[in-house]
């Protein structure tokens, strides 16, 4: 029985099983054989040569993806936001290969991908789909194109192609320590008390792995299949921007039902609707800000700002300009929303806000 026929056993099993408290350790062990087979199934795709998939440089500020069926308006949406041209056609799979461009936006250059389109069953193989979703597991966020005429049926079977790829959108990562150890047997503690999970199911399932010594905490109420996620070790958590395309094609009820569901925004590439929002949106989910430098006498530079992560302090614009910086670094003045009064006197540990102004003063 080849891996792929296991995990459909798994799947009917875990279908059929009944969900209360006395199969909820049956369970627990079932995800958890289901999650080894799907490791092994990915572990091929880690092995293989160079220059099969469809990776590019990584460049700019940030990387954004593009993920759909085909005929959902990827093409298009990257030819109106960068002025890179995708070959735009109105049959499926028009692109084949990884397309990129550039979208300048407050100063920052973000890398948009725009990917062949996947199909269902791509987490298997099919239609080259695990290349495909391999490079969207390096991206910053995640735009998942839909065709809005179809309503919501893409989006479920698009994320669970992505879950079973190991790619966990809009979740954080689970606050759960695990660590392996040589001997001393399976030392288990949590700091809230557990309603999803408890100390009997994380052994059977640490079993399950052939792990019998381990050092786990839990420090949140996490479910099974987090500390699966955990143990698994592989699992990347992206944003995720739900991109409803074709607005034009239905009524104006469903466009308003479907803008208002987390995480989505609807556009009509076709008609140039919302880009500009959704732009304003993808800049939001990055994280990024722009801090602007000072020399001493000068006006600040408005020009060429240092684009950086949110949350970013005053050691990182030292790091961005000259490593060396910091070993000269007296003190600092900030000109923005994150001081108290401009200027203001500040250390290495200052968090900046978008559109701050620096002047760092040197010993």
């Given at each position: 029985m080849g891996i792929l026929e296991k995990i459909a056993e798994v799947e009917r099993e875990i279908a059929r099983t009944q969900k209360n408290k006395a199969t909820e350790y049956h369970l627990g062990l079932l995800k958890a054989k289901l999650a080894r087979y799907r490791q092994q199934l990915l572990d091929p795709v880690a092995k293989q040569s160079k220059g099969e998939g469809f990776d590019v440089m990584k460049s700019g500020d940030a990387r954004v993806a593009l993920v759909g069926f085909p005929s959902v308006g990827k093409s298009t949406f990257l030819g109106r936001v960068t002025k890179t041209k995708s070959e735009v056609a109105s049959y499926e799979f028009t692109t084949l290969t990884c397309i990129p461009g550039v979208l300048e936006y407050k100063g920052a250059n973000v890398q948009i991908l725009d990917l062949p389109g996947i199909i269902e069953g791509a987490?298997?193989?099919k239609g080259r789909g695990r290349q495909v979703i391999a490079v969207a597991r390096t991206a910053d966020v995640i735009i998942m194109m839909l065709d809005a005429v179809k309503g919501d049926v893409q989006r479920e079977l698009l994320e669970k192609?992505?879950?079973?790829?190991?790619?966990?959108?809009?979740?954080?990562?689970?606050?759960?320590?695990?660590?392996?150890?040589k001997g001393g047997g399976v030392s288990f503690t949590s700091t809230v008390t557990l309603t999803k999970c408890s100390e009997k199911l994380v052994q059977l399932i640490l079993h399950e792995y052939k792990i019998f010594n381990a050092e786990v905490l839990f420090r949140d109420d996490c479910t099974t299949d987090e500390f699966i996620d955990v143990l698994c070790?592989?699992?990347?958590?992206?944003?995720?921007?739900?991109?409803?395309?074709?607005?034009?094609?239905?009524?104006?009820?469903?466009?308003?039902?479907?803008?208002?569901?987390?995480?989505?925004?609807?556009?009509?590439?076709?008609?140039?609707?919302?880009?500009?929002?959704?732009?304003?949106i993808l800049w939001y989910y990055l994280g990024l800000v722009t801090v602007?430098?000072?020399?001493?006498?000068?006006?600040?530079?408005?020009?060429?700002?240092?684009?950086?992560?949110?949350?970013?302090?005053?050691?990182?614009?030292?790091?961005?300009?000259?490593?060396?910086?910091?070993?000269?670094?007296?003190?600092?003045l900030v000109w923005g929303t994150s001081t108290k009064y401009s200027p203001q006197r500040v250390g290495l540990t200052h968090c900046l806000n978008h559109d701050d102004v620096i002047q760092i003063i040197k010993k």
């Open positions: 987490s298997q193989g192609e992505l879950d079973t790829m190991g790619i966990r959108l809009n979740k954080n990562k689970p606050n759960i320590y695990f660590k392996q150890k070790g592989n699992r990347i958590y992206l944003k995720c921007l739900y991109c409803y395309n074709k607005i034009d094609q239905i009524a104006i009820e469903e466009v308003d039902r479907l803008s208002h569901q987390p995480h989505s925004v609807v556009i009509s590439c076709e008609m140039n609707l919302n880009l500009d929002y959704l732009v304003e602007y430098t000072k020399k001493r006498g000068c006006r600040p530079d408005f020009v060429d700002g240092i684009i950086l992560r949110r949350g970013c302090t005053v050691e990182h614009v030292c790091h961005s300009i000259h490593r060396s910086i910091i070993d000269v670094f007296k003190y600092a």
